[in-house]
């Protein structure tokens, strides 16, 4: 027993002697009491107790300090809005734990999550772990339930041995974060990019992230279809600006693949981006409406997998609403793509900031 429990301290798989804790739970928030509350809630359900919670406020209007210390965790508050990424490197900071949690603040973490961490940390040689969104309840609205069952779908269809490190729920070893100096802070929450970022020096560092489909957080975010088609805009175009700047392009048009974007989602952008020059040309000439036929039919075919798992988890009636807005959906996402290409070669990015010493 000697022998392993020093092994495994090696490793930075357990604490140090005089430590209380294996896990640091680390949550950024700003101004979301009542999702913060619900995550908090389900915290308290786990049965693994050698945990620590430490909730990073990143300047919210709400007093969120009360309610932390109402259930006996540490609260870290920043003097001014930082965004997400520094909020959570300034967690880490505070981190007592060798296993790193990261999670969103509107994350319902399932009571058997953090002992699946512990023990997959302890039997396995991954530097990082990843879980995943689970399907949505029948009660949200369409938007909500849209994003989440895509979300859900697209996770299922990613290889377990992936290049992506997802901040929802994500673990991480403490000396391994310090050692790439944790997220890049130059990224913004709203074009997304700094989980991807991450995880690429992950895999450039030679260390593997393990993807587990198991391990399935209830994520509270709500959409309305205006928001959401904001969302996959702008995460669009920051993602491919990420792309250009730690030169990806050669990879993706290999693998067809971008961290949890499957090929067909790629396709689909494509036959969408074609679909509707060709429909408008078609007045011109019958051979454009050929090419619009043509790349619709790529489109349905791409996404027939997808269809099937929208009719089996929302019915007839979500699947019919689906289509189309799917369409709409991947048209908004190549628009996202074109803006982020341009803004690359206009607008060069700002260095990468990080916080960690």
Request: charged share 20%; hydrophobic share 45%.
């Amino acid at each position: 027993m000697y022998i392993i429990r020093n092994e495994l301290r090696y490793a930075g798989l357990i604490s140090l002697p005089g430590a209380t804790v294996d896990i640091s739970l680390i949550i950024p928030t700003r101004d979301r009491q009542n999702t913060l509350k619900r995550c908090l809630d389900s915290l308290q359900e786990s049965p693994f107790s050698r945990f620590e919670v430490i909730v990073v406020d990143d300047c919210s209007q709400q007093n969120v300090s009360d309610l932390v210390k109402a259930y006996g965790h540490k609260i870290v508050r920043l003097d001014k809005p930082s965004g997400a990424w520094h909020a959570r490197n300034r967690g880490a900071q505070e981190a007592q734990g060798n296993i790193l949690v990261f999670i969103d603040s509107d994350m319902i973490i399932p009571p058997d999550g953090l002992p699946k961490i512990h023990r997959f940390f302890l039997q396995n040689n991954y530097a990082a772990l990843s879980g995943i969104n689970s399907c949505p309840k029948n009660s949200e609205n369409f938007a909500t339930c849209y994003k989440s069952l895509w979300m859900h779908y697209s996770y299922l269809c990613s290889p377990q041995n992936f290049d992506w490190f997802i901040s929802g729920i994500g673990a991480v070893k403490r000396d391994v974060f310090f050692r790439l100096k944790g997220f890049d802070t130059s990224f913004i929450t709203q074009t997304g990019g700094g989980d991807l970022e991450f995880g690429r020096r992950l895999k450039e560092a030679g260390l593997k992230i393990f993807l587990d489909k198991e391990l399935q957080g209830n994520h509270l975010k709500q959409f309305t279809v205006f928001s959401l088609i904001k969302n996959d805009y702008n995460r669009s175009k920051g993602w491919f600006r990420l792309i250009l700047r730690k030169k990806m392009v050669p990879d993706v048009l290999k693998k067809l693949r971008l961290a949890n974007i499957y090929p067909q989602f790629i396709v689909s952008v494509l036959a969408v981006l074609l679909f509707f020059p060709s429909i408008f040309l078609s007045f011109v000439s019958t051979q454009f409406l050929l090419i619009a036929l043509a790349s619709l039919a790529i489109y349905m075919i791409a996404n027939f997998n997808l269809f099937r798992f929208f009719h089996q988890k929302g019915g007839l009636k979500f699947l019919l609403k689906a289509i189309p807005f799917s369409f709409l959906d991947h048209l908004v996402s190549g628009f996202g793509v074109i803006a982020g290409g341009w803004d690359y070669w206009t607008h060069p990015m700002k260095k990468p900031e990080r916080t960690l010493p």
